[in-house]
């Protein structure tokens, strides 16, 4: 026992096992950093053969299980103002700032939609069931209907409507759903926090930044989302955990796309490195 024990921690383990379940969090515009992981995991040989994510995790998660992620970054970081605002479709019900119908549309028009269950990655997007109070895991039918209802975040996108229950943001209840994680034999779980309490060079004073209400509401949002995080993490432990601060930008910076994928790079090679011990 204590000799597969100790072969689970060797540098041989973690040199040579490449199949990885991968698990994004939620974030807002902070999860554009997923892109850069993404591109360092299959850089460095890694193949994600389930992805599970909640937010912009399944988003970004989604559109690379459907071969679709490189197309939608040149979109995003080729996109003018212009561009991102005939996005906008404010709502008028008040269930929310924007219905956020338009982007789906014209995201759907770029990049085809599949079925979740024909996909050869595996894909699972998390989502709050309002009124059954409980988180749940989407893992068939139309994928864009599973990412809309994981990105419908309270006040700022209109809820959806399933068989009679509103559905919100996945991170309401599970902002890294590792539990719903798809594994298999020999694996590796890789977990990528962009809403993480650590350190970033040239961070705003946080007091200074509570300027607006929109401030408050992302700081409050991201404290209680990170509090149930770390009590995932805590019962599911990740092989690799690949944290970006959350002082990176705001939840509602989405014209910081390049910046946030350059971040997210940084932040896997340093922590994949650590963990394959490259010096």
Not at 9 to 27: A, H, P, Q, T
Not at 99 to 112: D, E, Q, T, Y
Not at 174 to 198: G, H, S, T
Request: glycine share 8%.
């Amino acid at each position: 026992m204590t000799e597969l024990f100790s072969f689970f921690n060797s540098e041989k383990r973690k040199k040579s096992y490449r199949d990885v379940s991968l698990v994004l969090s939620g974030g807002g515009a902070r999860g554009f950093g997923h892109i850069g992981v993404i591109e360092v995991l299959v850089e460095k040989g890694f193949h994600i053969h389930s992805i599970t994510g909640t937010s912009m995790g399944a988003l970004v998660g989604g559109l690379y299980a459907m071969g679709k992620m490189e197309d939608f970054k040149k979109w995003v970081t080729n996109m003018g103002k212009l561009q991102a605002l005939d996005l906008i479709d404010l709502s008028i019900r008040r269930r929310g700032l924007l219905k956020g119908n338009r982007v789906f549309r014209k995201m759907k028009a770029l990049f085809p939609t599949a079925n979740i269950e024909d996909l050869e990655i595996g894909f699972s997007a998390i989502a709050t069931q309002l009124y059954a109070k409980k988180s749940v895991c989407i893992n068939r039918g139309d994928i864009y209907d599973a990412i809309r209802a994981s990105v419908a975040i309270p006040t700022i996108f209109s809820p959806v409507e399933i068989d009679g229950d509103v559905y919100v943001d996945g991170g309401v209840l599970n902002n890294i759903p590792v539990e719903y994680a798809k594994r298999k034999k020999r694996d590796l779980l890789i977990v990528v926090d962009v809403n993480a309490f650590v350190e970033f060079e040239g961070a705003k004073n946080a007091v200074m930044d509570l300027g607006s209400n929109l401030n408050v509401l992302s700081h409050s949002l991201s404290l209680l989302i990170e509090t149930n995080a770390r009590n995932s993490l805590t019962a599911f432990p990740p092989d690799i955990l690949i944290q970006l601060s959350r002082e990176s930008c705001s939840m509602h910076d989405f014209f910081k796309v390049k910046q946030q994928i350059e971040y997210g790079r940084q932040c896997a090679e340093k922590a994949i490195n650590e963990f394959l011990k490259v010096e």
